[in-house]
């Protein structure tokens, strides 16, 4: 154009429809009518979100157009035109941060210059317009497709973290769970005192403390599967006295705790006496091999501000003379109540 303002880097001619350079012949008239605009690398044109009114073509140089929320940033060289739903709509709202990347020239349209495009060669500016349009179709059906995708890696990411929670809850409760009873074992009843501690403590508390009588009998005349539902037997009787409040454990072996929430001793001892009188009936009823054995219990309330090992320690004591006094039966550690 006059005085080679406006010759422009070569590029190749444009091929798609909606293509955002300019034909030779558009860039030529634009420039012509167009006003000249110098800028220098880092110059920031406008901001996303900001209404504008111009159009912008690159003669020379590059601009990046960054459109945030991880979208990739693009870059556009000469004849390539950004910025024009702000000139055909009006007040439109920026899309992308233009940011000059080095030194160059740009052609800047307002109204008043795209009015004299319309005046000078309406056929040109028509063709411009449907490629244009075409162009804003493309990048709209684009941007969709990228949301689609990054929903999708949402959900997909979500999934994954649905699943991985739901195996570490998995883990976790197998760490906690004893595998032959489905009780609590040792380390979940820890874990539990930890928890419960931390979120504050019941003001009363009673342990019941169940052990087997002459377990290692049963397992030496019917053997360990006969034991083992004798075990899981006792665990049933621990389950379906436990109230939800309450904590029911298989500490190892053949002995057994259940941890209440009870306001009075008697309220504990009508726990353990249930279970004793519960395995006692059952061992009313035939068995071959065996499926029951009798207990000993041992209960007594304990302080929540003491430790687990003072809470066994007392239980444990009451156990000791419930099992010395011939077993199947509860022995109560407090002289507030007659030991039964």
Sequence with gaps: MTGGQFNSDPIPAPNEAATAALSQAEFELFAELGRPRHVEAGQVLFRRGELGTTMFVVARGAIDLDFGDDLVTKRLGPREFFGELGLLIGDHARSADAIVA?????????????????????????????????????????????????????????????????QLNQTEELIRTDELTGLYNRRGLTLHLQEARALGMPQTLGLVLVDCDRFKQVNDDHGHLAGDRVLQSVANIM??????????????????????????????????????????NLMLMPQSPPTICPVSVGACMVDPRADWNDWYARADEALYQAKRKGGNRVHWQDAALEPV
């Excluded at 800047?108 to 060669?121: I, P, S």
């Excluded at 379906?240 to 029911?248: E, H, Q």
């Excluded at 009870?262 to 001892?269: E, F, S």
């Design 239 to 280: 389950r379906s006295v436990a109230g939800p409040d309450d904590i029911a454990c298989r500490l190892g072996g053949d002995e057994f705790c259940l941890l209440v929430s009870a306001g009075h001793a008697h309220d504990v001892m009508r726990f353990a006496e249930f279970i004793v009188a519960t395995t006692q």
């Design 102 to 166: 080095g030194p160059g020239l740009l052609i800047e349209l307002r109204h008043e210059e795209f009015q004299r495009l319309v005046d000078r060669n309406a056929g040109l500016v028509c063709h411009f317009l449907r490629r244009a349009i075409m162009r804003v179709v493309l990048n709209e059906q684009g941007l969709i497709r990228r949301l689609r995708r990054r929903n999708q890696d949402l959900e997909a990411a979500l999934d994954s973290l649905y699943a991985t929670t739901h």
